[in-house]
C-alpha cells in the first residue's frame, strides 16, 4: 500500500481500532477526541476539517482504510503539497485567503 507503515503495523493499528471501534468507523467527535488525547494543543476546528478532508462521502464517519489513507498520504506529500493542503484546511471558503 501507499502507506510508510509495515503490514505488521498496520494489522496492530487495525486491531487497536476495531477494538475502540467496534463498527469499524469513527465519528467526527470521536476523530477530533482521539487527536486531542494525543497531541499537545490540539486545534479542534483544524481537526475537523482534516476528518472532513478524509471523509470523502460526507457521511459523518471514516473508515479505517480511509484514515490510514489520509494520514499516509499527508505524511508522503512534499512540503510544498503539505502547505498547500494545510492551507485549504484553513481556507474554509475557499476564497484562496485566510479570514478571521
Known sequence: ?????????????YQQF????S????????????MKSRIK?????LMIEVFNQF????????????????????QQKPTEEKLKTAFSLYD???NGYLDE
Open 1 to 13: 500500500s501507499g502507506s510508510s507503515l509495515t503490514n505488521e503495523q498496520q494489522k496492530e493499528l
Open 18 to 21: 476495531t477494538k475502540k471501534y
Open 23 to 34: 463498527n469499524g468507523k469513527i465519528t467526527r467527535t470521536e476523530f477530533v477526541d482521539e
Open 41 to 45: 494543543n490540539c486545534n479542534e476546528a
Open 55 to 74: 471523509d470523502k462521502e460526507k457521511k459523518g464517519m471514516i473508515a479505517f482504510k480511509d484514515l490510514l489513507l489520509g494520514l499516509s498520504v499527508l
Open 92 to 94: 474554509s471558503d475557499n
